[in-house]
């Protein structure tokens, strides 16, 4: 019987796998989930620990078999008793596991696009693995990979993907859109008024990303209070202790009145506090409810957590529909700091409005490449996604109608075939019947 391997690194993996899984177990094979049990238990990420009594397994499923493995050289062992007739689904390239020193292997290994498998891949110096299954969601998006392995990869070309089986078949995760309970029964379940559609905002993900900049902390940290325990994870329903606040700031102060840029938009009140206060007036003068949902390992501005119609802490086990999928099928807008939750909005025909952090924020050129505000890209597409910066948002979201920020159909047609690769719900039915096509 053919195997259909599974690696599982955090729990959220099963987002992208959850549909997939169906399809492999409707179609007789024997499936197998391998877990990443090397995964932080403790800290700011220990929520999506990968722990196997936790995970839903999908309708049918009496034959998924679930294991644990620890740390990449066990994995590597368990990969090499795989033969000609599996396959593994991974979020990642071979290199990722093989650091670069190459493999050869008798299975179909069949990588999902992400973002990291581009920044993964323009890693690579040379290709010495075999053939790869590059499963994309678009040709925009296999164009888009070639020109920045084209500019940013070691090598400086594109010859990788040449050596791989690229294959466009849209997006799986997607696939679980169509599980969707009726738009009642989702409102009840969050609390949502039965005569109010939602604002779905997502917070900014406040982590420091650029250590050169303060600009994090002038738009976020001053405003950010949330407690973090021993173990390094947060506590989002307790503040941090004022003598910590008080530390934390005057850190955050200093290294504000050190960068030109942080400071501008600290002195100028241009902060996400600003930014959600903007964005609560828009929603009420539009009969929208606001709805808050942050990712877990992130801080929270405090503003935003007291002032949002509803708060969802989502820990990211609900793959099938996720949480975010089911939001965003009662909303009418959706609001975000380049995030590829874009395309989710998309998908289910939600305007998206972009806040664009500045050049500050990113890295290197190479991290901002695919976060581009430029027209047309996946942030920035006439009758569906708008970038505003935080200074237009700011002063220009309250008195716009919610008409200004409308699907246009035949826009989002063009947007899916860019981005998506298809409008339906058979993204891993697509993927099954190119594996099977031998």
């Known amino acids: 019987m053919k195997k259909a391997i599974f690696v599982v690194h955090r729990s959220l993996y099963y987002r992208s796998f959850a549909a997939l899984l169906d399809e492999a177990l409707s179609r007789g094979?024997?499936?197998?989930?391998?877990?990443?049990?090397?995964h932080p238990r403790y800290g700011n990420k220990s929520h999506s620990f990968p722990d196997i009594s936790l995970i839903s397994k999908p309708t049918g499923s009496n034959s998924l078999k679930?294991?644990?493995?620890?740390?990449?050289?066990?994995?590597?062992?368990?990969?090499?008793?795989?033969g000609n007739s599996d396959f593994l689904f991974s979020l990642h390239a071979p290199c990722y596991y093989w650091n670069g020193e190459g493999s050869n292997f008798d299975f179909n290994w069949v990588m999902l696009q992400t973002?990291?498998?581009?920044?993964?891949?323009?890693?690579?110096?040379?290709?010495?693995?075999?053939?790869?299954?590059?499963?994309?969601?678009?040709?925009?998006?296999?164009?888009?990979?070639?020109?920045y392995l084209r500019r940013f990869s070691r090598r400086r070309d594109d010859l990788i993907l040449s050596n791989f089986s690229n294959e466009i078949v849209g997006v799986p995760e997607f696939d679980s859109f169509k599980y969707l309970k009726q738009p009642g029964s989702i409102r009840e379940?969050?609390?949502?008024?039965?005569?109010?559609?939602?604002?779905?905002?997502?917070?900014?993900?406040?982590q420091n990303w650029n250590p050169r900049s303060a600009w994090e902390k002038a738009f976020v940290g001053l405003g950010a209070n949330t407690r973090v325990l021993r173990d390094g994870s947060l506590d989002h329903h307790k503040k941090m202790p004022l003598l910590n606040k008080v530390i934390e700031d005057a850190k955050n102060m200093c290294a504000i009145l050190k960068d030109s840029s942080a400071s501008y938009y600290w002195r100028r009140g241009i902060n996400e506090a600003n930014v959600f206060k903007a964005v609560k007036e828009f929603a009420r003068e539009n009969n929208l409810f606001t709805v808050v949902k942050p990712r877990l390992k992130f801080p929270v501005c405090q503003y935003v957590k007291e002032k949002a119609d509803l708060l969802v802490l989502d820990d990211e086990r609900q793959n099938n529909p996720t949480r975010l999928m089911e939001l965003l099928s009662v909303a009418k807008a959706a609001v975000s700091y380049c995030s590829f939750s874009v395309t989710s909005a998309a998908f289910a025909k939600v305007f998206h409005i972009n806040i664009t952090p500045p050049k500050d924020f990113f890295l290197?050129?190479?991290?901002?490449?695919?976060?581009?505000?430029?027209?047309?890209?996946?942030?920035?597409?006439?009758?569906?996604?708008?970038?505003?910066?935080?200074?237009?948002?700011?002063?220009?979201?309250?008195?716009?109608?919610?008409?200004?920020?409308?699907?246009?159909l035949k826009q989002r047609k063009q947007y899916v075939h860019d981005y998506i690769g298809f409008?339906?719900?058979?993204?891993?039915?697509?993927?099954?019947?190119?594996?099977?096509?031998?």
């Not at 094979?29 to 090397?38: G, K, L, M, T």
């Not at 949502?192 to 900014?204: A, C, T, V």
């Not at 309250?398 to 920020?405: A, E, I, M, S, W």
């Open 364 to 408: 290197e050129d190479k991290y901002a490449f695919f976060y581009t505000k430029v027209a047309p890209s996946h942030f920035n597409y006439q009758g569906v996604s708008e970038c505003l910066s935080p200074q237009e948002a700011i002063l220009g979201l309250p008195g716009r109608n919610l008409g200004d920020f409308a699907i246009d």
């Open 423 to 438: 409008d339906d719900y058979d993204s891993s039915k697509r993927l099954f019947n190119l594996l099977n096509k031998d």
């Open 115 to 147: 973002l990291d498998s581009f920044f993964e891949l323009s890693e690579i110096e040379k290709n010495k693995f075999n053939p790869v299954i590059f499963a994309l969601h678009s040709g925009g998006w296999l164009e888009l990979g070639r020109e």
């Open 189 to 206: 379940k969050y609390g949502i008024p039965k005569d109010k559609n939602i604002l779905l905002y997502l917070p900014f993900p406040y």
């Open 29 to 38: 094979f024997e499936v197998e989930a391998w877990h990443d049990y090397s």
């Open 66 to 82: 679930a294991s644990a493995f620890f740390g990449k050289d066990e994995l590597r062992n368990k990969i090499s008793h795989l």
